[in-house]
């Protein structure tokens, strides 16, 4: 993209790497653990249910490359 970005003169001011996961959307039934150091006193056995990728969830990649995938198509690219 950044190679596409130059070849268009295009101005870019940043790119947003550190959340790219956060945009995947998951389509299965995910439940996790509390984190070490984040652990609800009041509820300890309590586990989370997201709703979209994060960071270190194996799905996280396949889920962010389906919206780029889209994304990019919808722009006209092939």
Known sequence: MIAHAALM???MESVDVKT???YGE???ELYMR???GFVDPKRPHAV???KQ???GLEQAALQWWHVLDKS???IGFK
């Open 53 to 55: 990728a994060i960071y």
């Open 48 to 50: 989370f249910h997201p």
């Open 20 to 22: 790219a996961f956060l």
């Open 26 to 28: 998951l389509d299965e």
């Open 72 to 74: 990019m198509m919808s």
């Open 9 to 11: 003169h295009w101005c």
């Open 34 to 36: 509390q984190p070490e």
